[in-house]
């Protein structure tokens, strides 16, 4: 079984934070579970460009105000609390927080390894190449 509080996580290697969002590594691929689960915020007032070529992602809004823009077609889908939203084509987006922070909680397969951030494209490295720069 595994048991992990967010407190102890805090100010760890699973406590990654950007400019734009900060996200809590509670599940990662090392606990050998199929996916990674994470508790992210996306800082109010914000963009950020996502294009997970590497994963799928699913998203559950537990509190505050943003949207989803997905590039290719220009479509805008409001976020709040109660929200699912899944990336399940791997789509090339904004996120945005507008009113206030974005709490989300996210779930990645295939899951993250731990200190992955963005590239310039929006892009996560595949867990081999992760693996890899590791080493």
Same mark, same amino acid.
């Given at each position: 079984m595994i048991v992990c509080r967010l407190?102890? $996580?805090?100010? &760890?290697?699973?406590?990654?934070?950007?400019e734009t969002w900060a996200s809590r590594r509670l599940l990662l691929e090392e606990d050998g579970m199929g996916f990674s689960m994470h /508790?992210? &915020?996306i800082f109010a007032g914000t963009q950020t460009h996502i294009w997970y070529k590497n994963h799928l992602e699913a998203v559950y809004c537990v509190? *505050? /105000?943003g949207e989803v823009e997905? $590039? /290719?077609? *220009? /479509? @805008?889908?409001? $976020? @709040?609390? *109660?929200?699912?939203y899944a990336l399940n084509?791997?789509?090339?987006h904004y996120l945005r927080a507008t009113t206030a922070d974005l709490k989300l909680v996210c779930t990645f397969n295939p899951p993250l390894v731990g200190t992955e951030v963005h590239d310039e494209e929006g892009v996560?490295? &595949?867990p081999e190449q992760m693996r890899a720069a590791q080493v």
């Open positions: 407190q102890d $996580i805090l100010n &760890t290697s699973r406590d990654v934070q950007t /508790e992210t &915020t509190a *505050g /105000e997905l $590039i /290719e077609t *220009g /479509e @805008v889908f409001k $976020i @709040v609390p *109660g929200t699912l084509k791997h789509d090339n996560y490295a &595949t």
